[in-house]
């Protein structure tokens, strides 16, 4: 089938390659010209282990292109949106004008019996107001079908997903939606992936909803660690014995610095503010979500100063700047508002990331930027564990001692075995953890 993808950021690249991958014919559209070109080179602009291979096959087998140019996507039968929904400056509500702009881009290019399929994640009643614009101004129809891909596990998420959701119009509209969307993932559904065929809002929502459940059971968690560090209780042994129960299960709840990314944090302030909107206080309590995630920063920047007493001039080393391991994203990450807090506070911040260093040079250019553990904790007064990169796991806490000044080190990630650490004459400190 031909296809075209709207925006070729995270998510759209990888949909327009596994679109690809799957045997359809594609096309990539997005406004960055450097972007496309990188694309349409068969290079990922961005880390995400297994995407340069699908790009590179799909470029090769000549069933993937890019383009800036809007008016390639004619032709195409399906048409996904894949562009963002950053929070709007000065308020919490997702800022739609990309997702207009997009639709809007593609009205002249439609033809009857065409499927605009919206895969950004939107503010709950957006699929409506599109679908009624899109019916108005050509033969054309709209599903909306969220994306629940993992950064770090994106190609295996598209191609392989926990399920399909299709958001339908009502009547035969909402039954040729479906038909197009299911000749578009005849392989995994031959394969056996569940798909829910529901209306715009249920769709909508269900996005959201994983989202903010997701972010309330890391928070639930941290919530927890901040009781066993007032306690002496330890916080994994706590998520591993109330992970047993299958009701509550073990996954998501790595007590830690907190979630940061391209999408929890912003999702669950949109959806509070499109709560707010429908006069609801139904999500009042996603506040305390977002509240409990942002203390842990600042446990763990109070806990810093506190070890290190004398922090101006003070060399602290920071190894992890992503926002999660398996990926160069750092937007809102957690390791990087804590680097920043450190050097505002006078230390020297010394960073490593085994991905990352280059994303974060973009927005904290003053933070020094090396390419090795062994040269960012070299003379470190302390050294602290941002993210969970597995290379961290390995860390010989003998080798790591010889090199600091001070044998200093907090693990904000739970990778590090602080009794061994401390075996080592490490000052060794976790959070949740005794
Ligand atoms: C998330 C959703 O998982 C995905 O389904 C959705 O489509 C987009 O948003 P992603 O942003 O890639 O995906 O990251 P995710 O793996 O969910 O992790 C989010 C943050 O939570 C990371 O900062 C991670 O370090 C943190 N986290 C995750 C924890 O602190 N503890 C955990 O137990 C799990």
Redesign the pocket.
Known sequence: MRISVIGCGYLGAVHAACMAELGHDVVGVDVDESKVAELAAGRAPFFEPGLPEVLARGVASGRLRFTTDMAETAGARVHFVAVGTPQTAGSHAADLRYVDAAVGGLLPHLSDGDLVVGKSTVPVGTAARLGDLVRASSGADLAWNP??????FAVADTLSPDRFVYGVPGGEGGERATALLDEVYAGPLAAGMPRLVTDYATAELVKVS??AF?ATK?SF?NAMAEIAEATGADVTQLADAIGHDARIGRR???A?????????PKDIRAFQARADELGLESLAFLADVDAVNMRRRRYVVDLALEMLGEVVGAKVAVLGLA??PDSDDVRDS?ALDVARALQEAGAHVVAYDPEANATAALVAPGLEYVDSVDEAIQGAALALVLTEWRQFRGLDPEAVGRSMAHRRVIDARTVLDLALWRDHGFEARGLGRP
Not at 147 to 152: I, K, Q, S, T, Y
Not at 256 to 264: D, T, V
């Open positions: 994306e629940f891909l993992r950064e770090g994983a989202n997701l890391i968690i998501f709840l790595n830690g610095l907190g979630f940061g990314g391209g999408c929890l926002f999660k957690p």
